[in-house]
């Protein structure tokens, strides 16, 4: 038995200690608001936090994250209401919003850990997060917005 | 118009599934029939200022407020959104239309999803960039008609006649008076009466709109977007649901021989694997079958998929290796081919030539790859299905899942979620026949999951094509002639036996269309047969022809020493309607009558000449910099780009600046066409870049972004610059969604040549010029 802390609350999982967190997060703890994409950590749709920094739950086996502490979109601010989030919502960043959630969580641990990014730090942090729809120049802005604060 | 009383919201929902929730009111309230009295539908096509082809397509348009409209007797607006949202913004922009005309506030409106259903709500086939130019016109009839209905209820009250009060952000006001009612107020009298006639509506002045042209509207799923509370189409979760993935034949046209699935089975939370039906090719959007892995969750599927061992029958597709049917290609494209537009002599124009410049140009086959991979959940039980999908078409799919599962219209329900990107492919709704088969066979709810491995390699691919152009000059060095062959699979072949041709929507697309003034002209198709599944991406056949026309347009004035825009311009020739109807095999006109959109050479040269201003053409640029231009007339729209592109000594390319200019006529939702447009102009970069799949032994060759590389924040323009040309009323709504990735990859590609002088002809343009 792997047990687990999801968004402050303590989760339990029998299963195949191989599986992917994310599909855990999706549809074993009935937490969808993390996507998935690729499968491969290639694209950043399932990004979380584990332990405060962003990582591809795709990537990672239910055995490492045994006794961690995960956060996903829905557990980022209990209101929806992260500075990040309120910087999305200003600049009417998605399109189809799809890889939104991934975005917001690596963008959150960004600022996390960077409260001033320069526009390198920027791509280099968000690069590996896809946005088919191309809405990058959006991206960009709403992340030096939420560093400056709305 | 429906009166919603809360004591009265329907059958109670189940908390755990959202989306039955959510239909279930759908279905208690604003579908009700108890609280609608005379329902009268307004004639199809009623006031339409300008005629669309929106009343030929399947069930045409409906704008009755009794079909679109809800208030609470708190005065909430509902107002439903019947298009599916791939990303585009209709399902803000097309209800904004309706709250508008009658006079609504926005912040008290909310927008519900329609499920599938043509018959009630018109044609929902999200595709050609169709849903504001095809409903614009509807909504707007259906939000004054709802305006009058709450004008007339207040009349009534008042005892006074019509004319002497007006509703005015969200109440109706009696003008002598002062008196007034809020819409919640009036609610329950407004939705009792019948739908006014036609010449009883009267349409706001488009001075006076509040949302309609300003652009200051968030989109309505903004914040269940950004806390992750938006529902997908893997994110509906039904009591008892399986989690199934599918191997899918490698090659087209195989099968199923046999299967060994011992080594999935002793997986942990495997439960089942099975053989699914597949249908022999062409079969439109029908499953190509395969092996199925039921599980207890999704990962566990993928992994005991991993683990089959599954024996396929042979395919004449087997044979299928992209580089060589792309030298075919090339070899076709040198014959004489089938003549579909044929204008002057372009024989004796070739034949007397002071000089003949030709020019080759290849686009390879490529996938949409949205963000969300298909996926479909569905429940199969009691004679009924019912489906929660992110399809573009949920009435065509509706009309699918009926003679799959030969079931009859009423019992089929397509929830329609919201699309994780789509571009085309998810107008084609295989995932959910996969899931209503799958559901059928196991008696539970299924849900589906394509990987993205399944995504890219069972995909409805954009066909590959060479286009052969050739101009014939006289001794001034003006244009006299021009031949232009295109040679591509058609997607017709993905709907019946090798058509063997491009059809006229086909090459209607930047083809026989051309807006050039140029004596002689020929264009012709090419045969080619199809040997895997092809579909529409994104601005279609507007993405190899328009490349290869605009770059042919700088080939030229780069051979003539002219300018690529002064070139471009005198091609176009005056302002003018060019009109190649008598001279084509069955011209296609987007589906719009082509008096209401004619070919408009003087709206051609405006994005041109707006856009070469605004980006600044000919100013001096940095050593290694260097601009390209494209334009071209796509679903509808006018649409010129300026692409700046930097290349540094080892040959890596970035871009500075793309300037656009779209002239779409009358357009609603300024602030998601500036989105959309800075969304092509990174679809084009990847298209122009990176894209393509390639096959062996009829097996595609890649499978994921590693190997199927797209656009990333750190490589996409620095900035993109919009200009949307002011229109009135009088000028008909076109296209948005797709137009603009079609001019992208010629001016890139244009930028690079003036950057480097070195030609690209063959997309994508990967590491062509690296050093």
Not at chain 2, 555 to 560: G, T
Request: with cysteine.
């Amino acid at each position: 038995m792997i047990t687990l802390s999801v968004n402050g609350q303590e989760h339990k999982y029998d299963g195949d200690p191989s599986l992917p967190l994310l599909w855990f997060l999706r549809d074993e703890a009935g937490l969808p608001g993390t996507k998935f994409g690729c499968g491969e950590a290639l694209c950043g749709a399932c990004t979380v936090h584990v332990n405060g920094e962003a990582v591809r739950s795709c990537a990672v086996q239910m055995s490492d994250a045994a006794g961690k502490s995960v956060v996903t979109i829905e557990g980022l601010d209990p209101h929806g209401n992260h500075p990040v989030q309120r910087a999305w919502r200003a600049v009417n960043v998605p399109q189809c919003g799809f890889c939104q959630a991934g975005q917001i969580m690596q963008a959150a641990a960004l600022l996390k850990q960077t409260p001033n990014p320069t526009d390198a730090q920027i791509h280099t942090a968000m690069a590996g997060n896809i946005c088919r729809c191309g809405c990058y120049q959006r991206i960009e802005a709403a992340v030096r917005i939420a560093a400056t604060g709305v | 118009m429906t009166h919603i009383d809360k004591s009265d919201s329907g059958p109670s929902v189940q908390p755990m599934v959202e989306n039955v929730s959510r239909r279930a009111w759908l279905k208690g309230v604003v579908a009700s029939g108890s609280l609608i009295v005379a329902a009268s539908v307004l004639p199809r096509g009623a006031m339409a200022a300008w005629k669309t082809g929106a009343d030929a397509m399947p069930h045409g348009t409906v704008s009755d407020p009794h079909v679109f409209v809800a208030i609470d007797k708190d005065g909430i607006v509902t107002i439903v959104a019947h298009r599916s949202e791939m990303g585009t913004g209709s399902k803000t922009s097309l209800p904004m239309v309706v709250a508008d005309e009658m006079s609504a506030d926005w912040s008290r409106c909310r927008v519900v999803q329609a499920p599938g259903d043509e018959v009630k709500y018109g044609n929902q086939d999200t595709d050609g960039s169709r849903s504001l130019r095809h409903f614009v016109q509807p909504m707007r009839q259906c939000g004054a008609a709802a305006r009058l209905m709450l004008e007339m209820a207040a009349a009534k009250r008042l005892g006074v006649d019509v004319s002497e009060v007006e509703a005015i952000n969200h109440e109706v006001v009696h003008r002598h008076s002062g008196r007034s009612f809020g819409f919640g107020e009036l609610a329950a009298e407004a939705a009792a009466l019948p739908t006014p006639a036609p010449d009883q509506i009267r349409l706001k002045d488009p001075n006076s709109f509040r949302y309609i042209g300003t652009g200051s509207v968030p989109i309505v799923d903004l914040f269940g977007i950004t806390t992750g509370t938006a529902t997908y189409g893997a994110d509906v979760r039904l009591p008892g649901m399986k989690y199934a993935v599918i191997l899918r034949p490698p090659v087209l046209g195989s099968k199923v021989k046999s299967f060994d699935a011992s080594a999935a089975l002793k997986l942990p939370g495997v439960e089942k694997v099975m053989e699914v039906k597949g249908w022999d090719w062409p079969a439109k959007f029908q499953p190509l079958g395969g092996v199925a892995v039921i599980a207890r969750n999704t990962g566990m599927a993928i992994k005991g998929r991993d683990a089959l061992k599954v024996v396929w029958t042979e395919s004449p597709h087997a044979v299928y290796d992209s580089d060589k049917f792309r030298e075919e290609m090339l070899a076709t494209s040198r014959k004489p081919g089938k003549t579909v537009r044929n204008e002057g002599d372009i024989d004796a124009a070739m034949k007397s030539a002071a000089k003949v410049i030709s020019a080759e140009y290849y686009v390879p086959q490529f996938a949409h790859a949205p963000m969300e991979p298909p996926v479909a959940t569905a429940w199969v039980r009691d004679g009924m299905a019912e489906v929660w999908a992110p399809v573009q078409s949920p009435g065509g799919t509706h009309d699918d899942l009926c003679k799959t599962l030969g079931l009859p219209y009423d019992k089929v329900k397509v929830n329609v979620t919201l699309l994780g990107g789509a571009f085309g492919r998810k107008s084609k709704c295989d995932f959910a026949l996969e899931a209503a088969l799958l559901s059928q066979a196991l008696n539970a709810p299924v849900r589906v999951q394509w990987t993205r491995e399944d995504d890219i390699q069972h995909d409805f691919y954009h066909a590959p094509a060479v286009e052969r152009i050739e101009a014939a000059l006289d001794g001034n060095n003006k244009v006299v002639g021009w031949r232009h062959r295109n040679v591509a699979p058609s997607l017709f072949s993905t709907f019946m036996p090798d058509p063997k041709y491009q059809q006229p929507l086909e090459y209607s697309m930047g083809q026989v269309d051309l807006p050039f003034e140029i004596a002689n002209i020929r264009c012709e198709v090419g045969e080619a047969a199809a040997h895997s599944r092809i579909g529409w991406f994104r601005s279609v056949r507007n993405v190899p022809n328009t490349f290869a026309t605009q770059c042919f347009v700088a080939e030229l004035a780069h051979e003539l020493g002219r300018d690529p825009k002064e070139m471009l311009l005198e091609l176009i020739g005056a302002p003018r309607i060019v009109d190649p109807r008598k001279t084509t095999v069955d011209l296609w006109n987007y589906g719009d009558p082509f008096e209401t959109y004619p070919i408009d050479t003087g709206r051609l040269r405006g994005v041109v000449e707006l856009v070469a201003e605004k980006a600044g053409w000919g100013r001096n640029l940095p050593a290694g910099h260097g601009m390209g231009i494209a334009v071209q007339r796509c679903f509808l729209s006018y649409v010129a780009t300026v692409v700046e592109v930097a290349v540094d000594e080892k040959g890596n390319i970035s871009v500075p600046r793309v300037d656009t200019a779209i002239d779409c006529g009358f357009f609603v939702n300024p602030e998601r066409i500036v989105s959309q447009i800075e969304g092509a102009a990174i679809m084009g970069l990847t298209v122009a870049k990176h894209s393509a799949v390639t096959f062996k032994n009829g097996v595609p060759q890649q499978g994921n972004f590693n190997d199927y590389p797209v656009v990333r924040i750190d490589e996409a323009p620095r900035a993109t610059h919009v200009y949307i040309v002011p229109n009135g009323w009088d000028v008909p709504s076109a296209g948005v969604g797709e137009p603009a990735t079609a001019p992208f990859a010629p001016a890139f590609c244009n930028a690079i040549f003036a950057a480097t002088q070195k030609r690209i002809r063959s997309l994508p343009v990967g590491d062509q010029i690296s050093l």
